[in-house]
């Protein structure tokens, strides 16, 4: 069975710093895609970033980048140049290979301080 | 840019009654869910459509839950009767079918239900 662990309920960091949300996963499967989404209060899921078990580079979108450790099952979203409109809720997600099913962790909150 | 619609956004309901709430993918999804999401956990899928086929309702509560998607193109999560355990916020996703790579799903605002 595919699981997620989030171990940081709440981050708090300083507008315009960087900030790192942890995410480890299990899995059997060889192929697999990491996802990360953000909720803000409005409840919206809005997709950040995507990392694909096969791929040799870490993603990055913007300032969202990847640092994924395969040999250790993790992947987490590193936040360069913190803003305010950053907090929110953040999930990392696993898409198992071959299915179309999301599994999501407990999710960390994230507040930006100015 | 195309959104998920649902309605209602809000929807406050005495513990007994039914309860219903409505998607609308995005246009030429062929697949769309309904996820669950319980306050201060991540979201956890209830079912999955494909056109107006359910795919995996295997964590769905079929003793008060049902879905359908007539047409294959909106559909209807019900709950009756609703039991106090139902609060949660109720997300609805589509997608292309046969997601590869990055290719992802789109969430709608969700409908946060209170059962009192």
């Known amino acids: 069975a595919q699981k997620i662990t989030q171990t940081q309920p709440g981050m708090f960091v300083q507008e315009k710093e960087a900030v790192t949300l942890d995410c480890t996963y299990d899995t059997s499967d060889p192929s697999y895609g990491l996802f990360w989404y953000k909720q803000p209060s409005s409840g919206e899921m809005i997709f950040l970033i995507y990392q694909g078990s096969y791929d040799q580079q870490n993603a990055t979108e913007g300032r969202y980048s990847l640092n994924f450790q395969k040999a250790r099952k993790s992947a987490n979203l590193v936040i360069s140049a913190s803003q305010l409109g950053d907090s929110a809720m953040y999930f990392c997600a696993m898409r198992p290979g071959g299915s179309e099913k999301l599994v999501f962790g407990k999710g960390t909150k994230l507040t930006v301080n100015p | 840019e195309a959104e998920v619609a649902q309605s209602p956004r809000y929807k406050i309901t005495e513990k007994s009654q039914a309860v219903a709430f409505w998607c609308d993918p995005i246009s030429g999804h062929a697949t769309l869910y309904w996820y669950r999401q319980i306050l201060g956990q991540g979201p956890e899928l209830l079912v999955q459509?494909?056109?107006?086929?359910?795919?995996?309702d295997s964590q769905l509560p079929k003793d008060r839950f049902s879905a359908e998607r007539l047409k294959g193109v909106d559909s209807t999560l019900k709950i009756q009767p609703a039991e106090l355990g139902d609060s949660a916020m109720y997300l609805c996703a589509s997608s292309l079918a046969g997601l590869a790579g990055r290719e992802t799903q789109y969430f709608g605002p969700g409908t946060r239900l209170l059962v009192l």
């Open positions: 459509f494909q056109d107006e086929s359910v795919v995996d």
